[in-house]
């Protein structure tokens, strides 16, 4: 099936970063004023805040709220308003280690990315489909997702939302679809874990009956860790990878290449002897066996999954 054929979503590369590099004239002029900055606008629109969550700072506030303005004046007005929300900048400020080019450059990257994927288009006919086209993007996306090989389903205890991944469950090998659907169940678990007051969340990998043969092709896992790494920069708190096998270890020494220092440290490989401390993130009565869930949760529904608003995960 073909869908939002104007900008293929897997064109996104690590590489175009840097093709993100600062082309349009800043949006705004910063005037110093002590601890506060006053953002002169070039075009009428409205200037983002920072918003208050439960995610702790990384730096002192006034150094995060000088960095935030700092490269919300280097995007042009059309840039604010695609932003996905008002801490995209902030989030990008946090992930660069307070590197104000570098954050600039990715900010502006990730807001094109997400326009010329069409986010927000994909959102829309998951949940509110009005054209043929969108009723076609619905479709897709349910068909990806019926046989539950990834959906968002409760939270831990802090209240971040859980984004499961079963990859024996893959049903289509479609690339394009694949990573339409990925983005879709992204959105869903950032929804979720917002209505939460927290900006990261937590994705359960379990590989359990898993072989070579159920392995994503290398260009769409490529793909896969660099739309979670540049696209959602600091959404994700923990990844747990549960129930991998030996074979499993080859491929993962293959794409760890992949991944930043920053992901890494966020992996933990799921073992019994983890289990007391994964008790202290989990309630075993909420989530699922891969996890040493105790419970018998309900069985995952597409209809129903699709039925609730994004921000609700499936049987909350």
Known sequence: MTVLRSQSILSAHMDN?????????????????????VIT???????????????PPMFDKAIEEDGY????????????????DHNLPLRHFRADKGDIEKAIKRT???IQWRKESKVEEILKAAHNPTTTEEEKIRKMLMKEAETGKMYVRNYDKEGRAILWIYQKREN???????????VYQIERMIACTERQGYEKSVIVFDFLGWKMKHSASLDVTKKTIHILQDCYVERIARIY???????FRTFFNMVKVFLDANTRKKIVFVTDKERPELEKYFDPEKVESC????SNVKEYNVEEYFSTPLNVSFNE
């Open 172 to 182: 289509t090998n479609n690339p394009e679809n694949n990573i339409m659907h990925l």
């Open 41 to 55: 606008p070039r075009a009428t629109v409205a200037v983002p805040t920072i918003r208050q969550t439960k995610e």
């Open 241 to 247: 990878i549960t129930n991998s096998p030996a074979v």
């Open 108 to 110: 502006k990257y990730a």
């Open 69 to 84: 303005k700092q490269i919300v004046a280097a995007l042009s007005p059309q840039e604010i308003t695609d932003m996905s």
């Open 291 to 294: 996890i040493f869930g105790t």
């Open 17 to 37: 970063i840097n093709d993100a590099i600062v082309t349009n004239k800043p949006y705004a002029r910063v005037t110093k004023l002590g601890h506060d900055s």
